[in-house]
């Protein structure tokens, strides 16, 4: 590498080298300032693939903020759909599943200004939206299917969130399966509490009575059972502030790849 | 290595070769940063691969769905139907963190390298194939070379054949971007903004089996670049893309 500083070292190569080293210090300051303040930061932006991280939620932000994933025409539909392992059922949900789901909640708190909690046929009563999306899971495999549900949007506005609201938490019956997603997310048209599939009620296979529909994601953040949402403005208070159970497993939080 | 301490000051001849280098600085960080994040890539690539070791064409693809080809391995997923009975770990946390990680870094060296490329006219005066190159005669007498396992003659340490240029330019103008484009093709959010880039594709799965097969070409070239580089003197290679310096007359061995 000797010949990057030659000897004949001029004054003002080394005055434009200075400047370029101070321009290019501040830039970087600058931009972390400016990724700050416009919420470009994800949450696990700590540890040796941070920077990786950091880039591809702020790209992906700034290019996709009301972006809509493709929609499918309906001869395009998986048959059948393929249902991932899950756990077996906790008691708590064979009881409620031998209830016909009648007594499901989904409860809403947090930075709300009216923390409420819904049953099955009050999110029903909104007016049903479909999708027809894929989903595509982080192993490489996917599938389309038709969703129906209504809008995370129409039920935070309900609850009326507060401005300050940065994520919306949520929570799976599951015990220690929870993911988080930025309000961008949050109020995306094509975010579904997804109650119905292809026709029919959502499968428990998959992730029935409810799930949390985010087609923009990969399969992971599409959180199955679901029961409870809450909407803060800092992730720290959860868990170990990465936000999600997949982040402290070691997946990345924003899934949009 | 010694020997490049004892350049004669005096033989113009030499010293007018040994004052440029045979790789530019830029060109030399911008390779060792590639070969790097290849690397990554690679063993990355690989982790992820092995979660679903089933290759599809179209938009959707899954364990019901037949596949266009398997890999003939077990797989880091207990539902994936591979004729193995075990189940590798998963290690596609990391893999995803790098594999992505590694991808921002190699495209931001390459736009810097071909930024650079343009603007010192690189690629058109040491990679573009001289018009003499290409004529049919040159070209199969570079490949007879190739396929003798010819060692080079000196002179060519400091310019490249017309096989080599062809081969760079392929990797760095139609492998690369190809690789670049059909990566972001897989991912959900990046399609919903420019959702012509997987469907031109033929969908999502075709992007992944695409994306595959371009980094075994990929690969390809890595084991081909390795092993030229031992025919034509390794040590000799290797310091001029570290440290610049070719290797002169008197260093033959």
């Given at each position: 590498?000797?010949?990057?500083?030659?000897?004949?070292?001029?004054?003002?190569?080394?005055?434009?080298?200075?400047?370029?080293?101070?321009?290019?210090?501040?830039?970087?300051?600058?931009?972390?300032?400016?990724?700050?303040?416009?919420?470009?930061?994800?949450?696990?932006?700590?540890?040796?693939?941070?920077?990786?991280?950091?880039?591809?939620?702020?790209?992906?932000?700034?290019?996709?903020?009301?972006?809509?994933?493709?929609?499918?025409?309906?001869?395009?539909?998986?048959?059948?759909?393929?249902?991932?392992?899950?756990?077996?059922?906790?008691?708590?949900?064979?009881?409620?599943?031998?209830?016909?789901?009648?007594?499901?909640?989904?409860?809403?708190?947090?930075?709300?200004?009216?923390?409420?909690?819904?049953?099955?046929?009050?999110?029903?009563?909104?007016?049903?939206?479909?999708?027809?999306?894929?989903?595509?899971?982080?192993?490489?495999?996917?599938?389309?299917?038709?969703?129906?549900?209504?809008?995370?949007?129409?039920?935070?506005?309900?609850?009326?969130?507060?401005?300050?609201?940065?994520?919306?938490?949520?929570?799976?019956?599951?015990?220690?399966?929870?993911?988080?997603?930025?309000?961008?997310?949050?109020?995306?048209?094509?975010?579904?509490?997804?109650?119905?599939?292809?026709?029919?009620?959502?499968?428990?296979?998959?992730?029935?009575?409810?799930?949390?529909?985010?087609?923009?994601?990969?399969?992971?953040?599409?959180?199955?059972?679901?029961?409870?949402?809450?909407?803060?403005?800092?992730?720290?208070?959860?868990?170990?502030?990465?936000?999600?159970?997949?982040?402290?497993?070691?997946?990345?939080?924003?899934?949009?790849? | 290595?010694?020997?490049?301490?004892?350049?004669?000051?005096?033989?113009?001849?030499?010293?007018?070769?040994?004052?440029?280098?045979?790789?530019?600085?830029?060109?030399?960080?911008?390779?060792?940063?590639?070969?790097?994040?290849?690397?990554?890539?690679?063993?990355?690539?690989?982790?992820?691969?092995?979660?679903?070791?089933?290759?599809?064409?179209?938009?959707?693809?899954?364990?019901?769905?037949?596949?266009?080809?398997?890999?003939?391995?077990?797989?880091?997923?207990?539902?994936?139907?591979?004729?193995?009975?075990?189940?590798?770990?998963?290690?596609?946390?990391?893999?995803?963190?790098?594999?992505?990680?590694?991808?921002?870094?190699?495209?931001?060296?390459?736009?810097?390298?071909?930024?650079?490329g343009l603007s010192t006219r690189h690629f058109r005066k040491n990679l573009l194939?001289?018009?003499?190159?290409?004529?049919?005669?040159?070209?199969?007498?570079?490949?007879?070379?190739?396929?003798?396992?010819?060692?080079?003659?000196?002179?060519?340490?400091?310019?490249?054949?017309?096989?080599?240029?062809?081969?760079?330019?392929?990797?760095?103008?139609?492998?690369?971007?190809?690789?670049?484009?059909?990566?972001?093709?897989?991912?959900?959010?990046?399609?919903?903004?420019?959702?012509?880039?997987?469907?031109?594709?033929?969908?999502?799965?075709?992007?992944?089996?695409?994306?595959?097969?371009?980094?075994?070409?990929?690969?390809?070239?890595?084991?081909?670049?390795?092993?030229?580089?031992?025919?034509?003197?390794?040590?000799?290679?290797?310091?001029?893309?570290?440290?610049?310096?070719?290797?002169?007359?008197?260093?033959?061995?």
């Open positions: 590498m000797s010949d990057l500083l030659p000897s004949k070292l001029s004054r003002r190569k080394l005055i434009t080298t200075g400047i370029a080293a101070a321009a290019g210090v501040s830039g970087l300051g600058a931009a972390a300032y400016i990724a700050q303040r416009y919420g470009l930061v994800p949450p696990d932006d700590g540890g040796i693939y941070g920077l990786g991280e950091t880039l591809t939620y702020a790209a992906q932000r700034l290019l996709t903020k009301h972006s809509f994933a493709r929609e499918f025409s309906r001869s395009q539909i998986s048959k059948p759909p393929f249902a991932n392992e899950i756990e077996p059922p906790s008691d708590e949900f064979k009881r409620l599943q031998a209830g016909g789901f009648t007594e499901w909640r989904l409860s809403v708190n947090g930075m709300v200004a009216r923390p409420a909690s819904f049953s099955l046929d009050q999110l029903k009563s909104f007016p049903p939206h479909t999708q027809i999306t894929m989903l595509q899971c982080e192993e490489g495999w996917s599938y389309i299917a038709e969703w129906v549900g209504v809008p995370l949007s129409q039920v935070l506005d309900v609850a009326g969130v507060l401005p300050q609201a940065r994520y919306v938490v949520y929570f799976s019956i599951e015990p220690d399966t929870w993911e988080s997603i930025d309000m961008a997310d949050a109020l995306h048209p094509q975010t579904f509490l997804t109650y119905g599939m292809n026709g029919d009620n959502l499968p428990v296979g998959h992730g029935g009575p409810l799930r949390l529909r985010l087609p923009r994601q990969v399969g992971y953040k599409n959180v199955k059972f679901l029961t409870h949402l809450t909407v803060t403005d800092s992730l720290k208070g959860f868990g170990k502030g990465l936000g999600g159970a997949s982040p402290e497993a070691g997946y990345a939080w924003y899934a949009g790849i | 290595m010694g020997n490049s301490a004892c350049i004669p000051v005096s033989a113009s001849a030499v010293s007018a070769t040994t004052a440029t280098s045979r790789h530019s600085a830029l060109v030399r960080i911008t390779h060792w940063i590639t070969t790097l994040c290849f690397f990554a890539l690679l063993v990355s690539g690989v982790e992820i691969v092995i979660s679903h070791p089933r290759f599809y064409w179209g938009e959707t693809g899954n364990d019901l769905t037949r596949p266009l080809f398997k890999l003939p391995m077990p797989a880091s997923r207990k539902l994936v139907p591979t004729g193995y009975t075990y189940v590798l770990p998963d290690q596609n946390g990391w893999s995803r963190y790098l594999h992505f990680q590694a991808a921002w870094v190699v495209v931001i060296t390459g736009l810097l390298y071909l930024i650079s194939p001289r018009g003499a190159d290409l004529s049919w005669r040159e070209f199969s007498s570079a490949m007879a070379k190739h396929l003798r396992f010819e060692r080079p003659r000196e002179a060519e340490a400091w310019s490249y054949n017309v096989l080599q240029r062809i081969a760079y330019l392929f990797v760095i103008f139609i492998l690369f971007p190809l690789v670049i484009w059909t990566g972001l093709a897989m991912s959900p959010a990046f399609v919903s903004a420019f959702p012509a880039t997987v469907d031109v594709l033929g969908g999502q799965q075709s992007a992944r089996t695409l994306h595959f097969f371009l980094s075994l070409a990929l690969l390809l070239f890595l084991l081909v670049h390795v092993v030229m580089v031992c025919l034509a003197g390794f040590k000799s290679r290797m310091r001029a893309m570290i440290t610049g310096r070719a290797a002169t007359h008197l260093e033959r061995t």
